[in-house]
């Protein structure tokens, strides 16, 4: 069983940057891929990315492309989301997710191709 704990939330003005983190209670988080998602109110899970084990790749849905960066940290078992340039749109609580799995690295974009997720943490951005 693995534990996720996001954090880092909170009000933010449009334009701001925000940084998330995600925290796994597990000794083999290295073998984890680790995505993160976003729900926006009356809306399904949005895939945001998802980076690869040792982070050495990462896949990002178009929409945050080049605003938002997934990086790791296998020594502290945490996984970052930084995000920049924030739009109101970007309101939404925000959920990191584990899949365990072997080769080859594939960009899981549905919330059921993972196997572990996390409470959330909500950001909402003010125009």
């Known amino acids: 069983q693995v534990q996720l704990a996001e954090s880092g939330g909170g009000l933010v003005q449009a334009g701001d940057s925000l940084r998330l983190s995600c925290a796994a209670s597990?000794?083999?988080?290295?073998?984890?891929?680790m995505g993160w998602f976003r729900q926006s109110p009356g809306k399904n899970h949005e895939w945001l990315g998802v980076?690869?084990?040792?982070?050495?790749?990462?896949y990002y849905a178009d929409s945050i492309q080049g605003r938002f960066t997934i990086s790791r940290d296998n020594d502290k078992n945490t996984v970052d989301l930084q995000m920049n340039n924030l739009k109101p749109e970007d309101t939404a609580v925000y959920y990191c997710?584990?899949?365990?799995?072997?080769?080859?690295?594939?960009?899981?974009?549905?919330?059921?191709?993972?196997?572990?997720w996390g409470q959330g943490t909500r950001v909402t951005v003010s125009s």
């Open positions: 997710a584990a899949r365990w799995s072997g080769d080859p690295f594939l960009p899981w974009r549905d919330w059921n191709d993972y196997h572990y």
């Open positions: 597990t000794r083999a988080f290295s073998v984890y891929a």
């Open positions: 980076t690869s084990w040792t982070g050495d790749k990462t």
